[in-house]
Each structure stands twice: as structure tokens, then as C-alpha cells.
T-cell receptor, first 112, second 112 residues
Framework: LAKTTQPISMDSYEGQEVNITCSHN???????ITWYQQFPSQGPRFIIQ?????VTNEVASLFIPADRKSSTLSLPRVSLSDTAVYYC?????????????WGLGTSLAVNP | KAGVTQTPRYLIKTRGQQVTLSCSPI?????VSWYQQTPGQGLQFLFE???????NKGNFPGRFSGRQFSNSRSEMNVSTLELGDSALYLC???????????FGDGTRLSIL
């Protein structure tokens, strides 16, 4: 089974750029890489999704190398409200039973 | 439009009992997925339903089952509850399987 690996925790300061990397082997050819953010007592919230190269939206950028075995979520100029757990989601085809594999999440702490 | 709604928010049961959790997806979304979240295991995929059919299934015992109705609302049932079933159960909906998912805030299930 494919496994995703993320750092367990990261620390940053307000105004800095934060990069969180997720490693994922055996990603399926037609699967996307998706990142979510989760605050305590809430469900995860979608941040960004990509297939290859670079994707950017109003809150983040996603960098995916050509081999697609990893991805990096980039959060520009973080604020205290960005303190949360960030998850990397990669779909995996296991025969006819597509299993959705989540990383264990990276707990980001943004300090003043 | 309204987000994903899960009921109840909190539930306390005892070992051996069974429980049914409910999820109302975003209007128009046909894919509904269920996840179990625990501190030690993180988010684990249970199953996905699309147009009333189970499309994908994770590695959970048969005590965990679900169904989806014609209006896309979904229920998850856990029979013969065990202490280890204590967790936050999250429901997510999307237009199609590879689209970003929108999560509810979960049902916190505690087994005594």
C-alpha cells in the first residue's frame, strides 16, 4: 500500500513563508494530490489540489515534481490563524478498491 | 449554500451496542465518504458511496457499514461497539470522487 509521510510538526513565525512536504510513493497515474487544513473540533477544510508542476490559489501554492512522488505545500506570510494541522491526501488504486490514503498530518504552530 | 451536516454531534454508547450516524451532503453532491479519526491513527478512510452504491472501501471490519439514499444523504452503522471505536467520525461530500471534499464537523462517539 502507498504510504504518505509528512513532518509531525513545524514551527514558524508570523509573516514567514512555510513549506510542508509530503512524500507519496505508488501514486496512481490519474490521481490528484490534495491538501487540507484542520482546526480543533472541526472537519478538514480543502486548501489546494494539483496533478503536476505548480498550482497557486489565493491562500497557497502546491509544487509537484515530475515524478510526482512528493509534493510541497507553500503558505506565504503565515499568520497566527494558520496554526492548524495540515494533511496531504493521495488516492491509491488497489485493484478495483480505490483507497484514499491520508498522511498523519503536520501540526503547524505559528508564533507571534 | 448549506455545508455538510452531521448528526448527532456527540454520542455516548456502551460496548456491544450499535450506533447509526447521519450525514447530509452539500446539495448536488453525489459522492459521500466516511472517515474515522483518532489521535493515534489519524484519518482513516471507511467507505465511499456514489449514487446509492458503495464504490470504495477501506480496511475496516464488517461491523462498519453504510448506505446512501436517493437524496444522497448517508448513514453509517457500527454494530457490536468496542472501546476502540471511540473516535471522531467525519463525513465528506463532493461532486465526484476525484473532486475536493467538503467535510462536516463530525460526530464524536465515545464508548464506555
Amino acid at each position: 500500500l502507498a504510504k504518505t509521510t509528512q513532518p509531525i510538526s513545524m514551527d514558524s513565525y508570523e509573516g514567514q513563508e512555510v513549506n510542508i512536504t509530503c512524500s507519496h510513493n505508488n501514486i496512481a497515474t490519474n490521481d490528484y494530490i490534495t491538501w487540507y487544513q484542520q482546526f480543533p473540533s472541526q472537519g478538514p477544510r480543502f486548501i489546494i489540489q494539483g496533478y503536476k508542476t505548480k498550482v497557486t490559489n489565493e491562500v497557497a501554492s502546491l509544487f509537484i515534481p515530475a515524478d510526482r512522488k512528493s509534493s510541497t505545500l507553500s503558505l506565504p506570510r503565515v499568520s497566527l490563524s494558520d496554526t492548524a494541522v495540515y494533511y496531504c491526501l493521495v488516492g491509491e488504486n488497489a485493484g478495483n478498491n480505490r483507497k484514499l490514503i491520508w498522511g498523519l498530518g503536520t501540526s503547524l504552530a505559528v508564533n507571534p | 449554500k448549506a455545508g455538510v451536516t452531521q448528526t448527532p454531534r456527540y454520542l455516548i454508547k456502551t460496548r456491544g451496542q450499535q450506533v447509526t450516524l447521519s450525514c447530509s451532503p452539500i446539495s448536488g453532491h453525489r459522492s459521500v465518504s466516511w472517515y474515522q479519526q483518532t489521535p493515534g491513527q489519524g484519518l482513516q478512510f471507511l467507505f465511499e458511496y456514489f449514487s446509492e452504491t458503495q464504490r470504495n472501501k477501506g480496511n475496516f471490519p464488517g461491523r462498519f457499514s453504510g448506505r446512501q439514499f436517493s437524496n444522497s444523504r448517508s448513514e453509517m452503522n457500527v454494530s457490536t461497539l468496542e472501546l476502540g471505536d471511540s473516535a471522531l467520525y467525519l463525513c465528506a461530500s463532493s461532486l465526484f470522487s476525484n473532486q475536493p471534499q467538503h467535510f462536516g464537523d463530525g460526530t464524536r462517539l465515545s464508548i464506555l
